[in-house]
């Protein structure tokens, strides 16, 4: 089923910390999730791989944003071009950045021109828990979920009337809180929250890399400023309707570097964004029969970022996105159930630059049908997804996958499936590059896991493998078109454990990799860029009296890049990263928590030619009501 993997021996020194004697977990093993069926399901049951991030993960870790905190998570990787709300990237199980779908409380917020999502924008005040699935579930979620799923929740509303809220300062003068309003009155609930980031950050680009940098690049700190907004409204009718209203917007401005612009004076130009991310969904949620559970949901998304060159416009990029979803799930038996789904869809794009100009548009509609099931000591999950878009015609996609407990505690698990990736509006329409004509990218995987789950701890072993076919590239001669040739292939092992022992609490993962270009990327070899051979995280907590102590360590093995200015191959040295924290309760309500960020001040870069945040210490004084 799988080719030889010899991804071991490439694995960085630091990965020796990672090894599985661990004892603890950093969180209790969340019950339930929803994103590796589109239902309600016990995280143990799932066959495919997944991790949940509660609220009191991302309150332990103390993560500004998503890039941070992804960071933890097996089988991500993170590679950021400088500091906070500088741009990012996630490569999943060695796919490309644009082979992760993000979703928004179910709604699609990845761009329509480059398939990938603005991740330095969320900051993670108003997201309540965050589920990944790893691995290919297109038939679930359709395009861009080839390498997985990141589904963030946002935080609503529940309980009590009561404020909530902290502050947090720190290092190059990093500001930020957050206030926030919650509570129920009768049968409806809602939930109220604003907050808020500056930072002054570093120089994004090393202006010592070479020469011809030092002459391009301005040495000022490129710093950042966001604001969101997060609301929800839900109401029930009765105990078996209730309908829903949420929103969310996030707005930006971030400075960065640009080394190859052409304009003069480049070391004193200033390059800079002004973006937001707005997402609005109401909701009817139904209990039409004891067995039949109906969701109706409406959403719409803008995704819009303009760019100016010292202080003038200098380009513009809009997404506009709106989804009906109707979603059954319907209950056999106690171990048995059916979901079936249909879904319409549209894209609108803007892509304006002082040179370009280009509005693609393309409309979708799908079908999803699903059966969850158990038969005594077996469980299965299968998955059928049929999708036609208005510019390149229909995509059909599966995921089939069966567990085995062969007690109760150890389970083995395999499962095959397909996925499509639709091609971008860049790589269709974008002038002098875009082909109209092109077909979507197509992929293969498959997995074969072991778990072992017993109370507070989970294990899990897993063998993955994913072909990549019809990949899109620009052309290799004039003219310089995207075309469908390039495959690829990334085949691995990863391992994760969470437990509670002893009175520690230890979260620790493990990746090792062989993701490979077929032919060999005329630059860059056969080692697909910025993704390392191997990688991981342990992350060790324990709870004394009214204090949290915390460390976490992540580790990553040496990657292939492009060089910043000639664009020729160049190695990113592996690194180990260090970061401490710590939490006190000063009362029930009342907590203070500081963390020290790159403890150790390593020397590392996560893309050829851009600094990483250097050591950084952070205080927060928090008021959470119990």
């Not at 969320?122 to 691995?135: F, K, P, Y």
Request: glycine share 8%; aromatic share 10%; charged share 15%.
């Amino acid at each position: 089923m799988f080719c030889r993997f010899s991804a071991v021996r490439h694995s960085a020194p630091g990965l020796l910390l990672l090894a599985f004697c661990c004892t603890t977990i950093a969180q209790q093993i969340p019950q339930v999730l929803v994103t590796a069926t589109r239902m309600e399901q016990a995280v143990t049951e799932t066959l495919a791989s997944t991790t949940v991030l509660t609220r009191e993960d991302i309150r332990d870790t103390q993560a500004p944003d998503l890039p941070t905190l992804l960071r933890s998570a097996v089988g991500i990787e993170v590679a950021q071009s400088g500091g906070s709300g500088a741009n990012a990237s996630v490569f999943m199980r060695g796919g490309n950045s644009n082979h992760t779908l993000i979703l928004l409380d179910g709604m699609r917020i990845n761009s329509a021109t480059t398939s990938t999502t603005a991740l330095e924008r969320l900051t993670l005040d108003q997201i309540e828990r965050v589920e990944i699935v790893r691995g290919n579930v297109s038939a679930l979620y359709g395009s861009e979920a080839i390498g997985g799923v990141i589904q963030l929740f946002t935080r609503q509303g529940a309980g009590t009337t009561g404020l909530s809220g902290s502050v947090t300062v720190g290092s190059r003068n990093t500001k930020s809180g957050n206030v926030n309003l919650t509570g129920r009155s009768g049968d409806t609930r809602f939930y109220l929250g604003v907050a808020g980031l500056q930072s002054a950050n570093f120089s994004a680009i090393d202006p010592n890399t070479n020469a011809t940098t030092r002459t391009k690049v301005n040495p000022d700190n490129d710093g950042v400023r966001n604001t969101t907004v997060n609301a929800t409204l839900a109401h029930m009718l009765n105990p078996r309707n209730e309908l829903g209203v949420r929103f969310y917007d996030t707005r930006g401005v971030v400075n960065f570097d640009n080394s190859s612009a052409a304009a003069a004076n480049l070391n004193t130009n200033i390059h800079q964004t002004r973006s937001f991310l707005t997402s609005f969904s109401a909701y009817s949620k139904n209990r039409i029969l004891d067995a039949w559970k109906s969701t109706l949901t409406f959403s719409k998304s803008t995704d819009s970022l303009d760019q100016t060159l010292n202080y003038n416009w200098d380009g513009h990029i809009r997404t506009d996105q709106r989804q009906l979803s109707w979603q059954n799930e319907i209950t056999l038996a106690p171990t048995h159930k059916l979901l079936v789904t249909a879904e319409s869809s549209s894209q609108r794009a803007e892509s304006e630059s002082t040179t370009t100009r280009f509005y693609p548009a393309r409309r979708s509609t799908s079908w999803i049908a699903g059966y969850s099931g158990a038969v005594e000591r077996a469980e299965f999950q299968l998955n059928l997804r049929g999708d036609r878009y208005s510019d390149f015609g229909r995509a059909n996609t599966y995921f089939a996958a069966a567990g085995y407990n062969i007690t109760n505690q150890w389970k083995l698990m395999v499962q095959q499936s397909t996925a499509f990736n639709s091609p971008t509006f860049n790589q269709l329409y974008f002038p002098g590059f875009g082909s109209p004509n092109l077909q979507p990218e197509r992929a293969k995987s498959r997995d074969f896991g072991l778990q072992w789950a017993s109370g507070a701890q989970l294990l899990r072993l897993t063998r993955f493998r994913t072909d990549y076919n019809n990949l899109i590239q620009g052309a290799s001669v004039t003219p310089f078109l995207a075309i469908n040739v390039a495959k690829a292939r990334v085949d691995g092992w990863e391992a994760n454990y969470t437990g509670q022992l002893g009175g520690f609490e230890v979260r620790t993962n493990l990746t090792l990799q062989d993701p490979v270009a077929i032919p060999e990327d005329s630059v860059t070899g056969a080692q697909l860029r910025r993704r390392a051979k191997g990688y991981g995280n342990v992350g060790v907590y324990r709870s004394i009296g009214a204090w949290r102590f915390g460390a976490d360590v992540y580790s990553s093995g040496k990657r292939v890049d492009t060089e910043i200015n000639a664009f020729t191959k160049v190695e990113l040295a592996s690194y180990n990263l260090v970061t401490l924290t710590a939490r006190y309760n000063v009362s029930k309500d009342l907590y203070i928590a500081a963390k020290l960020d790159n403890a150790t001040q390593a020397q590392y870069q996560l893309a050829h030619g851009f600094n990483s945040p250097p050591r950084g210490l952070f205080i927060t004084l928090g008021y959470q009501p119990g």
